[in-house]
Nanobody, 125 residues
Framework: QLQASGGGLVQAGGSLRLSCAAS????????VGWFRQAPGKEREFVAA????????MYSESVKGRFTISRDNAKNTGYLRMDSLKSEDTAVYYC????????????????????WGQGTQVTVSS
């Protein structure tokens, strides 16, 4: 089970940090991804991080503003979001993908095995 938290209401230009806590499984066996879904839109990829945390990738829309990280000792992944814009408003979901250590990261939501329930991020302009 994955539990996403940390969302809220923030002004444009502000920051938030989302957390994704895993229970019932060892998160270090999974890559972690963050996705988001705005009203009336498809769920889209935001960022992903490898099992060990050494590799990451981002969508072009958040690159340079968001930072994905993880703490395997705490079984938790994170998404730090800086310089937030109104277009970042969405429900944010974390997801876990069971992969071998050398597998490439994926931005395809179909590749992910487990999903959290989502946390709302609202950016006011």
């Amino acid at each position: 089970q994955l539990q996403a938290s940390g969302g809220g209401l923030v002004q444009a230009g502000g920051s938030l940090r989302l957390s994704c806590a895993a229970s019932g499984r060892t998160l270090r066996e999974y890559s972690v991804g963050w996705f988001r879904q705005a009203p009336g839109k498809e769920r889209e990829f935001v960022a992903a991080i490898s099992r060990g945390g050494g590799s990451s990738m981002y969508s072009e829309s958040v690159k340079g503003r968001f930072t994905i990280s993880r703490d395997n000792a705490k079984n938790t992944g994170y998404l730090r979001m800086d310089s937030l814009k109104s277009e970042d408003t969405a429900v944010y979901y974390c997801a876990a993908r069971r992969i071998i250590m050398t597998a490439p990261l994926s931005g395809d939501k179909e590749d992910y095995n487990y999903w959290g329930q989502g946390t709302q991020v609202t950016v006011s302009s």
